[in-house]
């Protein structure tokens, strides 16, 4: 389905008033080449005019009703400019909000402000899709994220949003949280509320948030058995810089380069046998049910649940000079300097990559669905492996796999963008591995995010293009009217 996109890249006001600066002598002179004619309604006396200008220097003269509001501005502006997601600005570079009216935004007819184009960003629950540009929508499951119209007032100059499985956290410009969803699971954040202040990032398990103050200490909430409860862990909780989540446990590291770890200890919550290793780390990913922590020259150092993801011994020697990982549900695939691959982990869901061993060479990127892997290589070509229901066949579009600069992964499919910016999926057709009811509309693609079963694409022209299981993201046409004004 298709519905138009928008996202958030928060503007200073010291951006805008570097803007303005440059666009006063444009608006001192006359410029009959970028003045343009008023393209919105308006009877003599009821409107006013406004001249509205891109960083570009294009400006276009729009009309609207004097009692109307900025969004009113906003939706001609990016009708008549043929842009998506403007942001506008006053001359003293303070930002409009939508929902204000012309009055109090204190404009009058024939004042100029500034228009900033703004890029969407998509976050994803398993069953729901977010999309902010200061504001936000968001469609799929009701229940699990899909539905905001609680909170929909406080949205606003949203700067980051992330998602367990069943529910969304948004960072807003002053530090502050407001979370949405399936309640016992992240949606409900009333017990910690007043200390999610000055939040700098937000982390997810399966069913609970952490997130990163600005003084480096951690506020968790949600399912206390999923990393909601971190207690035990509170006082070692210092000058975090990184957290990352299994299903049902967090890892953080700190500034020293140690790691601090709570949660099921099964699932990667408790690293006591590790921890003398744990020193200087630089990165940590997870499947389900273990975490892999890449250390400053280059080892690793694995712990969790063994058969799915911890039993690294089988490879350990191989695991030198590790650049990258991965992380499916049952596996890890880990990039090492010279382009090649090594995995471990299950065998039948992306833990034995043998059979395409001898292809995996100048590896530049992986991604992972529930049980396969994709690679893709320096000639933009693609490998996969794994369970072939789940992505790792990739015979009957391979021929179509060329000059391939992305891949995204549902539960049991693959989305690839080409250099042209068209698609390429395969796998599971329900999950998104058939888009061929979209496949005329998915043309200039710059992302794709993708909840358990469906894709989102974002295209050049902000409109976005969703497809997949419907109840659970792949139907946007709900929101379609309402991005417009975010």
Known sequence: MITNGILHQGISKKVCKVFWHFMVPFFSHDNHDAMETPIFGGQAGNSISLQVALPSGRCKTITVLQYGSIADVKIAAQESFGQRFLRLAAPDGRLFEPTESLRLAGLHDGDSIAAVAQQPKIAATKHAFALWSGGVVAWGHQLLGGYISDVQDQLRNVQQICGTFYAFAAILANGSVVTWG???????????????????????????????????SVV???????GGESSRAQDH???????????????AILADGTVVTWGKPDD??????????????????STHHAFAAILADGSLVTWGFAVWGDASSRVQD?????????GAFYA????????????????????????VQDQLRNVQQICGTCSAFAAILADGSVVTWGDPDHGGDSS?????????????GTCSA???????????TWGKPDDGGDSSGVQDMILNVKQIRSTHHAFAAILADGSLVTWGFAVWGGDSSRVQEQLRYI
């Open 237 to 251: 909780l210092r000058n975090v810089q990184q957290i990352c989540g299994t299903c049902s446990a967090f890892a």
């Open 182 to 216: 399936y309640a016992a699971f992240g949606g409900d954040s009333s017990r910690v509320q007043d200390q999610l202040r000055n939040v700098f990032k937000i982390c997810a398990s399966d069913k609970a948030f952490a997130a990163i103050l600005a003084d480096g």
């Open 414 to 424: 693959f989305a690839a963008i080409l250099a042209d910016g068209t698609v390429v």
């Open 396 to 408: 009957r579009v391979q021929d179509q796999l060329r000059n391939v600069h992305q891949i995204c």
């Open 318 to 326: 191989q695991l030198q000079n590790v650049q990258q990982i991965c």
């Open 332 to 355: 890890f695939a880990a990039i090492l300097a010279d382009g090649s691959v090594v995995t471990w982990g299950d065998p039948d869901h992306g833990g034995d990559s043998s059979r």
């Open 268 to 285: 990667g919550g408790d690293s006591s046998g590790v921890q003398d290793m744990l020193l200087n780390v630089k990165q940590i990913r």
């Open 220 to 226: 968790t909430w949600g399912d206390p058995d999923h």
